[in-house]
T-cell receptor
Framework: SQQGEEDPQALSIQEGENATMNCSYKTSINNLQWYRQNSGRGLVHLILIRSNEREKHSGRLRVTLDTSKKSSSLLITASRAADTASYFC????????????FGAGTRLFVKA | EPEVTQTPSHQVTQMGQEVILRCVPISNHLYFYWYRQILGQKVEFLVSFYNNEISEKSEIFDDQFSVERPDGSNFTLKIRSTKLEDSAMYFCAVRRALGTGELFFGEGSRLTVL
C-alpha cells in the first residue's frame, strides 16, 4: 500500500500555538496533498506540494516534503479554535491520479 | 456554487436493499471518485471513473458495487444488496486534471443500514 500515515493521531493545543502534523508514505509520488475535514463534512483541499518541491507556504500553512524519507509535515502557525478539524495527507498511486489514497488523519483540537 | 452536490444527505435502509447515491458535479470536471468513511475512521478509496469507465477500484469495491454516469451529469454509486457494514459516509469527489489537480469533495451521503 502507498497510503500516507499521519502522526500524531490526535493533537490538542492552545489557541495561538503552532500545530505540526506528520505524514509518511511508502512509494514514489508525483505530489502530496493535505486536506482538512470538519466533523461530518466533506474534505477540503488545503495545499499540494510537488515531488520536486521541498517547502510550500499558504497563509498560516507550511508544508514540507522529504522524498528521501518519504515524509511530509504540515505546520499550522498561530492556531485558532476554528482550525479544530481532522487533517489528512493524500498521495496518488503510480496510476497517475486515478487512485488518490488518504492517510488515517490527525485530529486537531485547538482550545480557546 | 459547490463543485459537487450529493444526494441524499442521509439514507436509512434495510439490510439487503439496493441503494443509489448520487453526485452532481459542475460541468468542467472529468474525473470522478467515490470514497467511504466509516464513522471516525479513515477515508477509503472505492473507485475512480473517467471517460465513462472505471479507471481504478479498490478491494472494497466488489460485485455489490457499481458506478455509472448515464446522462453525462449525474454520477451514481449503487450498492445492490446492502450489508450492515456498508453503513458509512460516502463521499463523491471530482477532479479537473490528473497529476496536479486537487480533489473537490461533496458533503457526503450518510448511509445507515439496519
Amino acid at each position: 500500500s502507498q497510503q500516507g500515515e499521519e502522526d500524531p493521531q490526535a493533537l490538542s493545543i492552545q489557541e495561538g500555538e503552532n500545530a505540526t502534523m506528520n505524514c509518511s508514505y511508502k512509494t514514489s509520488i508525483n505530489n502530496l496533498q493535505w486536506y482538512r475535514q470538519n466533523s461530518g463534512r466533506g474534505l477540503v483541499h488545503l495545499i499540494l506540494i510537488r515531488s520536486n518541491e521541498r517547502e510550500k507556504h499558504s497563509g498560516r500553512l507550511r508544508v514540507t516534503l522529504d522524498t528521501s524519507k518519504k515524509s511530509s509535515s504540515l505546520l499550522i502557525t498561530a492556531s485558532r479554535a476554528a482550525d479544530t478539524a481532522s487533517y489528512f495527507c493524500a498521495t496518488d498511486a503510480n496510476t497517475g491520479g486515478f487512485k488518490t489514497i488518504f492517510g488515517a488523519g490527525t485530529r486537531l483540537f485547538v482550545k480557546a | 456554487e459547490p463543485e459537487v452536490t450529493q444526494t441524499p444527505s442521509h439514507q436509512v435502509t434495510q439490510m439487503g436493499q439496493e441503494v443509489i447515491l448520487r453526485c452532481v458535479p459542475i460541468s468542467n470536471h472529468l474525473y470522478f471518485y467515490w470514497y467511504r468513511q466509516i464513522l471516525g475512521q479513515k477515508v477509503e478509496f472505492l473507485v475512480s471513473f473517467y471517460n465513462n469507465e472505471i479507471s481504478e477500484k479498490s478491494e472494497i469495491f466488489d460485485d455489490q458495487f457499481s458506478v455509472e454516469r448515464p446522462d453525462g451529469s449525474n454520477f451514481t454509486l449503487k450498492i445492490r444488496s446492502t450489508k450492515l457494514e456498508d453503513s458509512a459516509m460516502y463521499f463523491c469527489a471530482v477532479r479537473r486534471a490528473l497529476g496536479t489537480g486537487e480533489l473537490f469533495f461533496g458533503e457526503g451521503s450518510r448511509l445507515t443500514v439496519l
